[in-house]
């Protein structure tokens, strides 16, 4: 079973960018796809961003499209959200989970949260 720790949340002003880590351990996630995830207060959990076992395909929502780009470092067994431009909309917490063959995701993170003031 894997197991995904998240980091590299805080709080930012509007404009600024923050990087943040999913490190997995327990298993490797090279064979798989991996997604992040964020949750506003008050909110369900949405999709932000996916990327291919090998690096070469992402997707993003398009409220991130543009600003967020995500990467991944096999070697390191590690995932990465790269954000740009943030908003006060993006305050939420931030999820990385591993994407099954079904499409679903599964070894949901503790979350790390990322505050965007304006």
């Known amino acids: 079973q894997v197991q995904l720790v998240e980091s590299g949340g805080g709080l930012v002003q509007a404009g600024g960018s923050l990087r943040l880590s999913c490190v997995a351990s327990?298993?490797?996630?090279?064979?798989?796809?991996m997604g992040w995830f964020r949750q506003a207060p008050g909110k369900e959990r949405d999709f932000a961003a996916v990327?291919?076992?090998?690096?070469?395909?992402?997707y993003y929502a398009d409220s991130v499209k543009g600003r967020f780009r995500i990467s991944r470092d096999n070697a390191k067994n590690t995932v990465y959200l790269q954000m740009n431009s943030l908003k006060p909309e993006d305050t939420a917490v931030y999820y990385c989970?591993?994407?099954?063959?079904?499409?679903?995701?599964?070894?949901w993170g503790q979350g790390t949260l990322v505050t965007v003031s304006s």
């Open positions: 989970a591993r994407q099954l063959d079904n499409g679903n995701y599964d070894s």
């Open positions: 327990g298993s490797t996630i090279s064979r798989y796809a």
């Open positions: 990327i291919s076992w090998s690096g070469g395909v992402t």
